[in-house]
């Protein structure tokens, strides 16, 4: 039996995997001491001149706690401290959808905003269990303009 494990870090060296089989191979049991999750969510739709809350929140899935954690943005950045195992910590972040004009008056008379309106995911970093420094992203978010 062959256990392949991906997690979310850049660091493949770090990855805390403990496999146990038994002699035959039928049970494998896995623990990550590393696993944290990153997402955000907000309105699926809003008007263009118009600011949105986004949701944020990063999730420690693993068996060690997470130190010194921040997510940042393109204009926030939140520290967010130590994650314990099985803990979220959770914040807000404001986005500001501009209208066509005001995107016209920086890119040209023929610019308009996209629709859906693209929001880019926000980074994390943390230091894990054994003092190595870990980043991830979140997921994007499309907010369709009516």
Do not use: W
């Not at 049991?29 to 809350?53: I, R, W, Y």
């Not at 949701?55 to 401290?81: E, P, Y």
């Amino acid at each position: 039996m062959v256990v392949v494990f991906v997690s979310g870090c850049t660091n493949q060296n770090n990855n805390q995997t403990n496999t146990t089989n038994t002699t035959n191979n039928a049970n494998t049991s896995t623990v990550k001491a590393f696993d944290v999750k990153a997402t955000q969510t907000g309105p699926s739709t809003a008007k263009k001149g118009t600011s949105v809350t986004i949701n944020g929140s990063v999730t420690n899935h693993g068996s060690a706690v997470v130190a010194d954690v921040k997510a940042s943005g393109q204009d926030f950045t939140r520290n967010l401290g130590s994650i314990n195992p099985g803990q979220t910590k959770t914040f807000t972040y404001q986005v500001y959808i501009p209208t066509d004009k005001e995107v016209q008056a920086d890119f040209g008379a023929n610019a308009t905003v996209s629709n859906p309106f693209h929001i880019g995911g926000f980074g994390v970093t943390c230091t894990d269990s054994n003092g190595s420094i870990r980043t991830l992203n979140s997921n994007n978010l499309n907010i369709k303009l009516s």
